[in-house]
């Protein structure tokens, strides 16, 4: 069952704002301990349909999009205070202070679990564990590191994104693929990835792919793990080692799964091992 | 007659005049056709089991493992999307992708039929487009900054509303997440007027900072890109900024010719490469409110030459009358009782026709210094004209006025030392009171009549004498 928040939860009017702003769902278990899957760059939370029915009996799911994308008030987007991963942990610790939430478990995918190092690091006694599916700290290669991506590889990326949405929305308005088999979460995941604002996406992928958050890996005090894809052009192996490397308490699993999408390719061993990380 | 094979369904896949491909939903090629593999110079056996995003370049690449690859699972079909494929021989390739993943019941059996179209003429054409509408953008959101703060900045009459309109346009123009703008004052102290949170970073900043402020010039412009760059600058520096959750920062100063106004300092929260266009627009907005800024503060040296006697630095009639009506709204409410106290020196026209005017201009300074001394920090003691005064003093009932009153006179009546023995000034007072609860209706003027008689029944007399006039 999908409703906004638990009845009865009385919630200030800023903190409605922001459970409207970013679509915020929540499902399973009230009484369970809270998940909050946080999707990545060009994803929403469509992304993790396929592997939050496995939490749901026994967790308390909680669900958002970013401002930007999937269904989020886009009429909220601030170019200041998106411009940096900063302005997207705002809005993450604002949904858990608005829903009074503790012991948290945090399950980012691709940039969004370096939100979830940011976020841990900024308020540790809110979160219980950090889950980072396919993270890298920092994608352009530098002295000693390797991102897997030259400054070169990524400005062809950022030029590649701007042409790709340079017709974006009427491509997507005329590709309705209705499905027999499963058409309604076709549909969906379909309408949630609809239409991003070309502006909105070309900001974000900036700050994705731009960021370095290599310091900020050491400073997480919170039991974390690191699941790595085989195959995984974005985020590969070595650099999910190093992230593993380099946030003290941390476990690494690498995946049967290919590409950097487990959570919608693979989402039945993504599940498992996060359950198993959870004990 | 053509024959069947030309359009037999074998031939049709081989020789379609596009690439065909069959992948896994893995990305992992089952079989191509002939065309694709003449366009790309691979061999079958180069490309059938590998990832198909292998063959594309890393934009392209990452690109594929994000957008499209969520797009696929989404919709299950791609349209129009432009990578580029590198040959067997190394040279790129544009191309347009379709793909179409039908959702079948059996996931092992799934696949992606992929489409290739060779998009060259296309991919250059787009990109010229790309990049002069990159351009044209540019110049006009840097034209559109300019206008705004134009605008914006005509309704700005002080130093304050100056600093929150130039940081609210250099936050939207550069998406900094904080932005601080420092002026200096008349007396040459820099202020923060953008908040208190980044005024505090830019005291912690400044203590950081191993910059001179002395050798700041006013073409000088401080810009870090990363964090990188600012712990090599210094440790200290780095620090701050990570604990600021700044990982880029701009400064640049607002001069007026050599003199250093104030500056802009934009915060960013993540590394950014502020080339030249960034730098320029932020001096061009820099340049245009130094301008606002002289502007500003002429209009204000104006008022107050307006308002304030230049001789003996009080306040002018002008600025007393608008204070006395202001006092007048507010007592009511207040409940506060308004005191007016009208001043004439006695002895004064004498110093003036035999001492001459700059004994007599000395004496209505020294006089003016004494009863500013003499009467609370909430007063106002004006000059009406020549040798007249009118002190307002709010919240003061009966007691408190003649307080004030005989403070006044006693300042009067001190002697001056450089004055000669024989000339003497003395006060005739006239205080008019006003009860808070008073029904009587009263103006500035009413009230300063009121005043103005009673001092005249303290001359009538005699020198040095005061009178209350009943309220």
Redesign the interface.
């Known amino acids: 069952m999908i409703r906004l928040w638990d009845e009865g939860d009385t919630v200030g009017d800023r903190g409605q704002d922001a459970l409207r702003r970013n679509n915020v769902r929540i499902t399973g278990n009230p009484d369970g301990q809270p998940i909050l899957f946080v999707h990545?760059?060009?994803?929403s939370q469509?992304?993790w349909h396929a592997m939050t029915p496995e939490f749901e009996a026994d967790y308390r799911v909680i669900l958002m999009d970013h401002v930007g994308s999937g269904d989020s008030d886009v009429s909220a987007y601030d170019?200041?205070?998106y411009?940096?991963?900063?302005?997207y942990v705002d809005d993450l610790l604002e949904i858990i202070e608005t829903l009074t939430l503790h012991d948290v478990v945090f399950v980012g995918h691709?940039v969004s679990a370096l939100m979830g190092v940011l976020a841990v690091n900024r308020a540790p006694e809110l979160f219980d564990r950090l889950v980072l599916v396919g993270p890298s700290p920092r994608?352009i290669d530098a002295d000693g590191y390797v991102g897997?991506?030259?400054q070169e590889?990524?400005?062809?990326?950022?030029?590649?994104?701007?042409?790709?949405y340079?017709?974006w929305s009427s491509?997507m308005a005329?590709?309705l693929?209705g499905?027999a088999?499963?058409p309604e979460l076709?549909t969906t995941?379909?309408e949630?990835?609809r239409t991003i604002d070309p502006a909105i996406a070309s900001?974000f992928a900036r700050?994705t792919?731009?960021?370095?958050n290599r310091?900020d890996l050491a400073d997480v005090t919170v039991p974390a793990l690191v699941l790595q894809s085989t195959?995984?052009?974005?985020a590969s192996y070595e650099v999910g080692k190093y992230v593993h490397e380099n946030i003290p308490n941390s476990e690494f699993v690498l995946m049967e799964s290919?590409?950097?999408?487990p959570n919608?390719?693979h989402p039945a061993e993504v599940s498992r091992h996060i359950k198993a990380f959870l004990g | 007659m053509t024959g069947d094979a030309a359009v037999g369904t074998d031939d049709l896949f081989e020789n379609a005049p596009c690439g065909l491909l069959v992948t896994t939903?893995?990305?992992v090629v089952i079989r191509t056709n002939q065309t694709f593999l003449d366009w790309t110079g691979f061999s079958a056996g180069d490309v059938v089991g590998r990832?198909f995003?292998?063959l594309l370049?890393?934009?392209?690449?990452?690109?594929?493992?994000?957008?499209y690859?969520?797009?696929l699972?989404?919709?299950?079909?791609i349209?129009?999307?432009?990578?580029?494929l590198i040959r067997a021989d190394g040279t790129p390739m544009p191309i347009l992708v379709n793909a179409?993943m039908?959702?079948?019941?059996d996931p092992a059996s799934a696949v992606v039929r992929v489409a290739i179209f060779d998009s060259t003429v296309r991919h250059d054409y787009?990109?010229e487009m790309?990049t002069a509408k990159?351009l044209a953008e540019t110049s006009e959101s840097s034209l559109r900054v300019l206008q705004e703060a134009s605008t914006r900045f005509l309704a700005a009459s002080t130093d304050v509303e100056l600093s929150a309109e130039l940081a609210s346009i250099a936050?939207?123009a550069?998406?900094?997440?904080e932005v601080a703008v420092l002026l200096a004052d008349e007396h040459g102290t820099f202020r923060v007027d953008t908040g208190a949170k980044n005024e505090q970073m830019i005291r912690q900043l400044v203590e950081a900072w191993p910059i001179d402020p002395l050798s700041i010039t006013a073409d000088a412009v401080i810009s870090i890109e990363?964090?990188?760059q600012a712990y090599a600058e210094s440790p200290r520096v780095g620090d701050l900024l990570?604990k600021l959750?700044t990982?880029a920062l701009t400064a640049v100063p607002i001069a007026e010719g050599d003199r250093i106004l104030g500056a802009i300092v934009c915060f960013?929260?993540?590394?950014r490469a502020l080339d030249q266009q960034v730098l320029e627009l932020q001096r061009a907005l820099a340049r245009q409110a130094s301008l606002v800024l002289s502007r500003v503060r002429l209009q204000n040296q104006l008022e107050r030459l307006a308002r304030y006697d230049q001789l003996t630095g009080l306040a002018n009639r002008t600025l007393v009358t608008e204070r006395i009506s202001q006092a007048l709204k507010v007592s009511r409410s207040r409940e506060n009782s308004i005191a007016i106290i009208f001043i004439d020196l006695d002895g004064f026209k004498l110093i003036n026709d035999r001492l001459g005017h700059r004994v007599g201009d000395m004496v209505l300074q020294t006089v003016s210094d004494r009863m500013r001394a003499a009467v609370r920090d909430t007063d106002i003691v004006g000059r009406f004209g020549g040798d007249e005064f009118v002190i307002l003093c709010e919240d003061a009932d009966e007691d408190a006025a003649l307080a004030i009153a005989h403070r006044l006179a006693a300042a009067v009546r001190a002697p001056i030392p450089t004055l000669a023995a024989d000339f003497r000034v003395t006060a005739s007072v006239g205080v008019a009171l006003h009860a808070s609860d008073s029904r009587r209706f009263e103006t500035s003027d009413s009230l300063v009549r009121r005043a103005d008689a009673a001092m005249y029944e303290s001359k009538r007399s005699g020198s040095d004498h005061m009178t209350v006039s009943a309220s």
């Open positions: 990545g760059f060009g994803g469509e992304t170019r200041a205070k411009d940096s991963l900063h302005g691709s994608y897997g991506f030259s590889a990524i400005d062809d990326l950022l030029n590649s994104l701007d042409s790709n340079l017709g491509a005329s590709t693929m499905n088999e499963r076709r995941l379909e949630s990835i900001q700050v792919f731009l960021s370095d310091r195959e995984d052009v974005i290919r590409g950097h999408l919608l390719s | 939903t893995d990305d990832d995003h292998y370049d890393p934009g392209s690449q990452a690109f594929y493992a994000t957008r690859q969520a797009e699972w989404a919709r299950g079909a349209r129009e999307v432009a990578f580029t179409e039908p959702s079948q019941a787009e990109r790309l990159r936050r939207d550069f998406a900094a997440s990363s964090l990188d990570r959750r990982e960013f929260g993540r590394p």
